[in-house]
Structure formats: C-alpha cells, structure tokens
C-alpha cells in the first residue's frame, strides 16, 4: 500500500513539472568558419615565413593571391594551404617575385 502511494506521488509530481523546451542549438555562420579557415592557413603560412601572400576562403575553398619571395615559396605556400585542416581546394593566384606575370 505505502509502495502504491509513493508510485502515485511520483506519478503526480512527473506529470506538474513543467515541459522544458529543448535549448536551441547554436547558430552556424558560414562567414565564421569561412574567416576561422583564412586565419588558420594565415598562421601555417606564418609560421613557415612566408609573406607576401593574401587568403581568401570560401566553403573549404582557398584562394592564394599576392607575391611571394620567389617560386620556392609560392609553391610551398600552395602545399601548406593544402595540409591545414579543413581545406578542401587551394586555388593558385600567386605570382613569384620576379617570375613574369605572362609565364
């Protein structure tokens, strides 16, 4: 009988607590991730000593435009872009400090 009754209380008390609703889940910027990538192949490039060279990135694509050093430090830049997590696809805009624009 008291087991019956402690059933029937709990029942009574589940049944008043009010509904909560469940938390809504954060909103996802596509500009943040699009920012958080540019900054994160910013700082591999840093970090390699390699200037020169602007990002811009877009859904896991990376575009690189600007002027490195030279040709060693264009083509290391393209492969380091390529090894940060999250890119998808590095777009190759950069022209070597004295390569010719036409070749």
């Known amino acids: 009988m008291l087991r019956a009754l402690a059933v029937a209380l709990a029942l009574a008390f589940a049944g008043a607590a009010p509904a909560q609703a469940p938390k809504p889940l954060p909103a996802i910027d ?61 777009e190759d805009r950069l022209v070597a400090a004295g390569r010719d624009r036409g070749s």
């Open 30 to 90: 596509p500009a943040a991730d699009d920012l958080k990538l540019a900054l994160d192949v910013a700082e591999a490039l840093r970090e390699a000593k390699i200037g020169g060279v602007q990002i811009q990135a877009r859904a896991g694509h990376v575009v690189l435009k600007g002027v490195p050093a030279d040709a060693s430090a264009a083509a290391r830049a393209v492969d380091i872009a390529k090894r940060v997590p999250g890119v998808k696809e590095v």
